[in-house]
C-alpha cells in the first residue's frame, strides 16, 4: 500500500505538472472505484474546471480544483496516479479505472490493478469533515516526543499497531511501522504505555528519519507502486527489516523473526536488537 513517501511524492510531481491544468474531460471504466459522486456527475463538475494544486493528507492525493472541489484519491494497495502524455505504457491501459482529458492534450489517469482504491469528488465541507477525522501528520513541527507520548500513553495495544492508527497518526503504514521500530530498538509487540520517555522521543525520530529518507528516495516499490511518471522507488534497498524475514538483521547479525501475531498484518524484527 502507497503510505505517506509514496503519495508525498506523486502528490509532488502532480502539483509541478499540472498547477493551472485545465480538465476538459472525464471517463469512468470502472464505476466501482468512485465514492461521493456518480460518474455523469463528476464528469459534469470537472468540465472546464482548473487544477488550483496538489497536495497529500494522510495517504490521500488531493487535488483542489478552482470550483471549490476536491479530488481526493486514496490508492490503497495498487492504485496510482499517472500522467499521460502520449507516452503511457500498454501494460498500464488494462487497468485504468478514471481518465481526465486536460487542455493541453495530456491525460490523467487513475490506476488501479485490483479495484482496492477510491476516488473522490468532495465539496469544501465534506473534505473539512473527512480530513478532519484523521490524525496528527509526523512530519508537521508539532508531532514531537511529547506529542506521541501523548497518542501511546495508557494503551494496551501493540505500538506497531498504534503507529499504524490514522486517527492518531496518519501515513505510518506496515513497512515504515516495521522500519521505525527496528531503527528505535523497540519490539513491535510492546505496549504503548510500557514506553518509557526515552523510548518515545527514540521512536519519534525514528519515524520522521525514515519517511524524510523514503521521501528523498521517492519512496519504495516493493510490489505495485509507481509514481506518477510510472517510476519505481528506491527506497527498498534501504529496508532492514520488512520484508527480509529469515535473513540476518543488519545491524546485529541475529535472524530476522517474521509473525502475523499484530493485527493480522506482515511484523518482521530482530529479537535481539529490539528487546521488550
Same mark, same amino acid.
Given at each position: 500500500?502507497?503510505?505517506?513517501?509514496?503519495?508525498?511524492?506523486?502528490?509532488?510531481?502532480?502539483?509541478?505538472?499540472?498547477?493551472?491544468?485545465?480538465?476538459?474531460?472525464?471517463?469512468?471504466?470502472?464505476?466501482?472505484?468512485?465514492?461521493?459522486?456518480?460518474?455523469?456527475?463528476?464528469?459534469?463538475?470537472?468540465?472546464?474546471?482548473?487544477?488550483?494544486?496538489?497536495?497529500?493528507?494522510?495517504?490521500?492525493?488531493?487535488?483542489?480544483?478552482?470550483?471549490?472541489?476536491?479530488?481526493?484519491?486514496?490508492?490503497?494497495?495498487?492504485?496510482?496516479?499517472?500522467?499521460?502524455?502520449?507516452?503511457?505504457?500498454?501494460?498500464?491501459?488494462?487497468?485504468?479505472?478514471?481518465?481526465?482529458?486536460?487542455?493541453?492534450?495530456?491525460?490523467?489517469?487513475?490506476?488501479?490493478?485490483?479495484?482496492?482504491?477510491?476516488?473522490?469528488?468532495?465539496?469544501?465541507?465534506?473534505?473539512?469533515?473527512?480530513?478532519?477525522?484523521?490524525?496528527?501528520?509526523?512530519?508537521?513541527?508539532?508531532?514531537?516526543?511529547?506529542?506521541?507520548? %501523548?497518542? $501511546? /500513553?495508557?494503551? +494496551?495495544? !501493540? @505500538?506497531?499497531?498504534? =503507529?499504524?492508527?490514522?486517527?492518531? &497518526?496518519? *501515513?505510518?503504514?506496515?513497512?515504515?511501522?516495521?522500519?521505525?521500530?527496528?531503527?528505535?530498538?523497540?519490539?513491535?509487540?510492546?505496549?504503548?504505555?510500557?514506553?518509557?520517555? %526515552?523510548? $518515545? /522521543?527514540?521512536? +519519534?525520530? !525514528? @519515524?520522521?528519519?525514515? =519517511?524524510?529518507?523514503?521521501?528523498? &528516495?521517492? *519512496?519504495?516499490?516493493?510490489?505495485?507502486?509507481?509514481?506518477?511518471?510510472?517510476?519505481?522507488?528506491?527506497?527498498?534497498?534501504?529496508?532492514?527489516?520488512?520484508?527480509?524475514a529469515g535473513e540476518p538483521c543488519p545491524r546485529c547479525g541475529t535472524t530476522l523473526v517474521g509473525t502475523h501475531a499484530i493485527d493480522g498484518r506482515s511484523?518482521?524484527?530482530?529479537?535481539?536488537?529490539?528487546?521488550?
Amino acid at each position: 500500500m502507497p503510505e505517506l513517501p509514496e503519495t508525498e511524492t506523486i502528490a509532488r510531481d502532480l502539483d509541478v505538472a499540472l498547477r493551472g491544468a485545465v480538465i476538459v474531460g472525464a471517463v469512468v471504466h470502472r464505476a466501482d472505484v468512485l465514492r461521493e459522486v456518480a460518474p455523469d456527475e463528476l464528469a459534469r463538475r470537472t468540465a472546464e474546471v482548473a487544477i488550483v494544486r496538489v497536495w497529500r493528507r494522510a495517504k490521500l492525493v488531493v487535488l483542489d480544483l478552482a470550483s471549490g472541489d476536491r479530488l481526493v484519491v486514496q490508492p490503497r494497495f495498487t492504485g496510482a496516479l499517472l500522467l499521460d502524455e502520449g507516452d503511457l505504457a500498454e501494460r498500464e491501459r488494462p487497468y485504468l479505472r478514471v481518465s481526465f482529458a486536460l487542455a493541453d492534450g495530456r491525460q490523467l489517469h487513475y490506476r488501479d490493478i485490483r479495484c482496492l482504491g477510491t476516488l473522490a469528488l468532495m465539496g469544501p465541507d465534506r473534505f473539512a469533515a473527512y480530513v478532519g477525522a484523521l490524525g496528527v501528520e509526523p512530519l508537521d513541527p508539532a508531532f514531537t516526543a511529547a506529542h506521541l507520548s %501523548a497518542l $501511546v /500513553r495508557g494503551s +494496551r495495544q !501493540a @505500538v506497531k499497531k498504534l =503507529l499504524q492508527d490514522q486517527r492518531r &497518526l496518519v *501515513g505510518v503504514g506496515n513497512i515504515y511501522a516495521n522500519e521505525s521500530l527496528w531503527r528505535a530498538r523497540l519490539l513491535p509487540a510492546r505496549s504503548g504505555a510500557s514506553l518509557r520517555p %526515552a523510548e $518515545v /522521543r527514540r521512536l +519519534r525520530d !525514528a @519515524v520522521v528519519g525514515v =519517511l524524510e529518507e523514503s521521501i528523498a &528516495l521517492r *519512496g519504495t516499490s516493493f510490489r505495485d507502486y509507481v509514481d506518477a511518471r510510472g517510476q519505481r522507488g528506491g527506497f527498498v534497498d534501504r529496508l532492514a527489516v520488512y520484508g527480509r524475514a529469515g535473513e540476518p538483521c543488519p545491524r546485529c547479525g541475529t535472524t530476522l523473526v517474521g509473525t502475523h501475531a499484530i493485527d493480522g498484518r506482515s511484523t518482521v524484527y530482530c529479537p535481539t536488537c529490539q528487546k521488550p
